[in-house]
């Protein structure tokens, strides 16, 4: 009975010192993680001080996602010989130039993607990549400024498709008005002067107009995660069925070195071109602004990523 009450003891006193060591270290990992977030803090507002000097600030990330596959006689799926794939990647790319008395912000964004799936028992079905996403958009913002967070400015904004239907619509923006920057990052831009031309075939669908245009952007790097939110609108004075908006949103997270983890999705509403996909690709030749539904555009696309 002794040597039980001995070995309870004796386990007791190795539990009571396993959970103080524990509880000690635990107690010394929140302490260095507490001195870790002090020192990002001030890694973070001496690269908001970097960030606000005179000069050029150029900088790009994307995103890289892929996979291939091939199956044969795999009879539980309905194409049991096939040979699948695709791949794609974004491209944000930015440089801008801040003065004392003005600034010039240039940026562009290229997301492209290709799909395949080849059904090797369908001689006729179509067999190579095909194009799926197809986004590619450009702008140059110059203002002078009035004081450090109010600016006169003009824009120039092309929108259009790269591999397929390149202009075809092609949307340019040309305006001005004021930018107002209120924190560091955020850029917002209102020009109730604008004039967004739209170049295409089908002219009788498309149409230019004038109109106010509205762009917020807000870009930033946190320690390995970079963001980037774009928001673009053009509002017609002549014609709600003109008005257009997209908003594209990219981040990214890095886990080694350059290379980490991307995420990019974006948004659309544009009617003209809801239009123009109703009659031209539908074929429904009695489509119109009244009787076609403008449904929410939109694509994401996950992948790796790598930081320029």
């Known amino acids: 009975m002794k040597k039980i009450v001995l070995a309870l003891s004796g386990l007791l006193i190795t539990a009571f010192a396993h959970a103080q060591t524990e509880a000690e270290l635990k107690a010394t990992l929140g302490e260095k993680k507490d001195s870790i977030a002090a020192i990002q803090g001030r890694a973070n507002a001496i ?9 050029w600030k150029i900088g790009a990330f994307g995103v890289i996602g892929g996979s291939i596959s091939n199956f044969s ?25 801040q003065e004392e008395k ?22 006729n079905d179509e067999s190579g990549f095909r194009e799926a996403v197809d986004v590619f958009n450009i702008t140059s913002l110059y203002g002078r400024k009035l004081s450090e967070t109010f600016a006169i400015s003009t824009l ?25 920057t209120p924190v560091q990052n955020l850029v917002v831009v209102i020009h109730p002067l604008n ?22 952007d807000y870009t930033r790097q946190l320690g390995a995660i970079a963001f980037k939110s774009n928001l673009s609108a053009f509002m017609s004075y ?48 009695g489509a119109t602004f009244d009787n076609t539904d403008n449904e929410l555009q939109s694509y994401w696309t996950l992948g790796m990523s790598y930081k320029f």
């Open 102 to 123: 003005f600034f010039w912000r240039n940026s562009g964004n290229l997301n492209l993607s290709w799909v395949k799936l080849d059904d090797k028992d369908d001689p």
């Open 156 to 180: 120039g904004e092309y929108r259009t498709t790269l591999l397929n239907n390149f202009n075809n619509p092609g949307y340019l923006d040309i305006g001005v008005g004021a930018t107002w």
């Open 238 to 285: 002549k014609s709600s069925n003109l008005s257009n908006w997209t908003w594209i949103n990219s981040f990214s997270y890095t886990l080694w070195k350059k290379i980490g983890v991307g995420f990019d999705f974006g948004l659309r509403g544009n009617r003209q071109e809801a239009l123009n996909y109703a009659i031209n690709t539908l074929g429904n030749a």
């Open 73 to 97: 006689n795999w009879y539980a799926q309905g194409i049991p010989n096939n040979a699948s794939g695709n791949i794609g990647f974004t491209v944000n790319a930015f440089a801008n130039l």
């Open 195 to 216: 004039y967004n031309f739209v170049f295409s075939d089908a002219d009788d669908i498309f149409e230019s107009s004038m109109g106010a245009k509205v762009v917020a």
């Open 47 to 55: 690269q908001a001080q970097i960030d606000a000097l005179p000069g």
